[in-house]
């Protein structure tokens, strides 16, 4: 997210450390354009109950990238473009420190914001972001960096190496904050066990707190959660998502295969929706859950079928 310490930003740290409570986010991160001069500012604002990332968004000449978990008052260069050839010089600065290195919105239709780097040496892939959606929580831009990424995880799965994805709000303005928002299954409210289960893909992405989901795989008496693998040993998988806050919606897995098994959300919004598959018909399976006009509610990072 962006405050008036950025070009674009109109919010306040303090205005927005309220408005992430308000939204009921346990973390967010302060990337500011091309400069870390908020870093020191946040101090007041964050707590035992929101956590705040340090960051940078590099905004170059052949599209944007966030640092995320650098160092107070580290500035990630950005004045190059993608035929310089030195872009991963600086995600391997950030990646020495402990940081990490994300795709900003790779298909947003403005001068520099469409990302033309290779996707090698990041981290992970922005698929859904809030800023350029019109007042609408999805678009065309979102969906196609979501199929762009979905074409490329066939094959990052089966080389055994897979970049999860995220969904950032981009917030620069009042009421954007947490549309959308990435959940991560971490195993404490700290800036490393955030960045490690992001690194790892273990979490997803929703369009609001007022959406939850969990998605497991099990064969036999062996189970996984998103992010993460499972050994089927030949034996039938069951896939099952529990999903609340979606009235009327839609689930549907995919796999290498493609879309599999679309299934509706009750009228409350509420539901678990099961699937079974193998590890020879799926190499993983991951999940959308779509609102009835179909827009985006959530989507998660795969669960690999070994």
């Not at 950030?94 to 795709?103: I, Q």
């Not at 979501?146 to 950032?168: I, Q, S, Y």
């Not at 896939?239 to 796999?255: K, L, N």
Request: hydrophobic content about 40%; aromatic content about 6%; glycine content about 12%.
């Amino acid at each position: 997210m962006h405050s008036v310490l950025s070009n674009g930003g109109e919010l306040t740290p303090d205005q927005l450390a309220t408005a992430a409570r308000e939204a009921e986010l346990d973390f967010i991160a302060t990337t500011e354009h091309n400069t870390s001069d908020s870093h020191g500012v946040w101090g007041p604002y964050a707590g035992d109950d929101l956590l705040v990332i340090l960051g940078q968004e590099a905004t170059t000449d052949s599209g944007h990238w966030l640092a995320l978990g650098i160092d107070p008052g580290r500035v990630v260069d950005w004045r190059y473009c993608v035929g310089d050839g030195v872009v991963h010089q600086h995600l391997d600065a950030v990646h020495r420190a402990g940081g990490l290195c994300v795709a900003a919105h790779p298909h947003v239709p403005y001068v520099s914001g469409e990302f033309r780097y290779p996707y090698e040496g990041f981290d992970v892939v922005e698929v859904w972001n809030g800023l350029w959606t019109s007042g609408q929580p999805w678009n065309a831009d979102n969906e196609a960096a979501l199929a762009e990424w979905g074409r490329g995880l066939v094959a990052d799965v089966r080389t055994g190496c897979w970049r999860p994805v995220m969904g950032n709000s981009d917030t620069h303005l009042e009421g954007q904050i947490g549309i959308p928002q990435t959940v991560v299954l971490a195993q404490e409210l700290s800036t490393n066990a955030i960045l490690a289960g992001i690194r790892a893909g273990r979490s997803w992405v929703a369009a609001s707190s007022a959406i939850t989901m969990s998605l497991k795989v099990s064969a036999g008496d062996r189970c996984a959660g998103i992010g993460e693998r499972v050994a089927t040993l030949g034996e039938p998988a069951l896939v099952a998502v529990d999903i609340r806050g979606v009235p009327s919606g839609s689930v549907s897995f995919h796999t290498n295969q493609g879309a599999a098994h679309p299934e509706s959300v009750t009228d409350n919004g509420s539901g678990v929706v099961e699937w079974g598959t193998s590890a020879e018909e799926s190499n993983f399976v991951r999940v959308e859950v779509r609102h009835p006009d179909g827009h985006m509610a959530a989507l998660t990072n795969p669960i690999i079928l070994t």
